[in-house]
């Protein structure tokens, strides 16, 4: 496998996060999912779906896994994204970084979610059972 | 005419995927973004606006040109 893994895909696969990330040089795998949750603000949240601009989406990816092998020194990078509609408990976001030893790669996830939140061109709708709301479009 | 891509809640506010604009109106991204937002007011509602050429975040300055691939990016909301 390749260095840095980025991919938008229909459903995460959180089974086989280990064997991409594994590295003989690496004593430590920091591996970060996000899900869907049931509830916003105390609203009961139906399902979520998730619309990418996906060729920009995965070069801003691309890039975000690059300065982190910039930032600290990492031997894996994984950065998965869904697309389409989810339900809760659902996976939709999969990052991980191995490195060394366990500072680097638990500060590079971190960067990995955090950026991907602020930079990548993707885009959340939430259903609840009266309304849709695309997530953040207003202050 | 320019064609322009829309995403998220762009694509709600404009009520289409694409937008088509005459290159006229539109020959830097900051004109883009006025024009956007004149022609569809609810742009101005927005946390805020980018827009990408080629792919990449582009700022106000940037010269549009008609082979460029043009997209409006309302606030994103990924992971």
Redesign the interface.
């Given at each position: 496998m390749k260095k840095i893994d980025i991919q938008i895909v229909k459903d995460i696969d959180t089974t086989t996060v280990y064997q991409k990330l594994s590295h003989p040089e690496c004593g430590g795998v920091c591996v970060f999912i996000?899900a869907v949750r049931d509830n916003t603000q105390n609203e009961k949240v139906e399902a979520l779906a998730?619309?990418?601009?996906e060729?920009?989406?995965l070069?801003e990816m691309y890039k975000i896994a690059e300065d982190a092998c910039l930032k600290w020194d990492l031997k894996k990078v994984i950065l998965h994204?869904v697309q389409g509609r989810k339900q809760v408990e659902d996976p939709?976001?999969l990052v991980g970084a191995a490195s060394a030893h366990r500072d680097a790669c638990f500060e590079a996830c971190r960067y990995l979610?955090d950026t991907?939140?602020?930079?990548?061109?993707?885009?959340?709708?939430e259903f609840f059972s009266d309304k849709t709301v695309?997530?953040?479009?207003?202050? | 005419m320019m064609e322009v891509l829309l995403f998220g809640i762009a694509k709600d506010i404009v009520g289409a995927s694409t937008l088509h604009i005459d290159p006229v109106k539109a020959k830097t991204v900051l004109e883009l973004k006025q024009y956007i937002s004149t022609e569809f007011p609810k742009f101005k509602t927005l946390s805020s606006l980018a827009i990408a050429v080629n792919n990449d975040y582009a700022n106000d300055a940037t010269l549009l040109k008609d082979d460029d691939e043009v997209a409006i990016i309302p606030p994103v909301s990924g992971g």
């Open positions: 996000g998730f619309e990418a601009y060729k920009m989406a070069l994204h939709v976001v979610i991907l939140k602020e930079r990548v061109p993707i885009w959340k709708k695309w997530v953040s479009a207003h202050p | -």
